[in-house]
C-alpha cells in the first residue's frame, strides 16, 4: 500500500511539473510562433491578392478601350462613364503597386531562398516604377501584365508549374526589365 501511494504521489507532482513547465515555456512559444506564422500568411494572402489585382485591372484596360468620338451608339454620357471606370481602374493600379512597394518587406522575406526574396523586390519596384512613368497607358498595361504573371506563377502556381517554367518566367521577367530599361519614359 505504501508503495502505491508513493508512486500516485510521483505521478502527481510530475504532472504538476509537467504542466506548470508546458504552461509556462512552451505556449508562450507556441503562441508568438502562431502569430508570426499568421502574420506571414496573411502577407502573402496580401501580396497575391494585389498581383491577381494588376492582372485583372490590366485585362479590363486592355479590352475596354475609350470609343472614338464619332463611334455610333456611343453617347457622351457613356463616353463619360467609360473614362470613368478606366480611372477607377488606374487608381486601383496605383493603390496595389504602391501597397507591394511599401510592404515588400513583410511579404518577401517570409520566403527562404535569396532569389526568391529578390524576385519579389524586382517585381514591385518595377511595378511601381511602371506605374509612375510617362509611358503610353496602352503601353504600361502591357508591362505589367509582362512582369506580373510570370512572378505570380513562380509565387502562388503549382509545384508542377512553378519547375516547369521557372526557367522561361526567369527569361521572360529579364527581358521585360531589358525592354523597360531600354525604353524611354516620356511619350
Known amino acids: 500500500m505504501p508503495n502505491t501511494v508513493w508512486t500516485l504521489l510521483v505521478a502527481a507532482a510530475t504532472a504538476v511539473v509537467t504542466a ?3 504552461g509556462l515555456f512552451v505556449t508562450p512559444r507556441m503562441e508568438a510562433r502562431k502569430k508570426r506564422l499568421g502574420d506571414v500568411h496573411a502577407a502573402r494572402d ?7 489585382r494588376i492582372a485583372t485591372v490590366c485585362a479590363l484596360l486592355q479590352q475596354i478601350q475609350l470609343p472614338a468620338e464619332d463611334e455610333p451608339g456611343r453617347t457622351p454620357v457613356m463616353r463619360e462613364r467609360l473614362a470613368g471606370e478606366r480611372e477607377r481602374w488606374w487608381e486601383q493600379l496605383d493603390e496595389s503597386t504602391r501597397w507591394l512597394i511599401d510592404n515588400v518587406a513583410t511579404y518577401a522575406g517570409s520566403w527562404a531562398p535569396q532569389s526568391l ?7 514591385a ?8 512613368s510617362e509611358r503610353e ?5 502591357q508591362i505589367l501584365l509582362a512582369l506580373t504573371l ?10 508542377w508549374s512553378r519547375a516547369r517554367y521557372a526557367v522561361a518566367d526567369r527569361q521572360s521577367f ?12 516620356t511619350p
Open 20 to 22: 506548470l513547465a508546458t
Open 117 to 123: 526574396i529578390q524576385f519579389a523586390v524586382e517585381y
Open 174 to 185: 529579364a527581358g521585360t526589365l531589358t525592354l523597360i530599361s531600354g525604353e524611354p519614359t
Open 137 to 141: 497607358e496602352a503601353t504600361k498595361v
Open 125 to 132: 519596384g518595377n511595378a511601381r516604377l511602371v506605374v509612375l
Open 46 to 52: 496580401a501580396f497575391s491578392a494585389h498581383m491577381t
Open 150 to 159: 510570370p512572378v505570380q506563377r513562380q509565387f502562388f502556381g503549382w509545384p
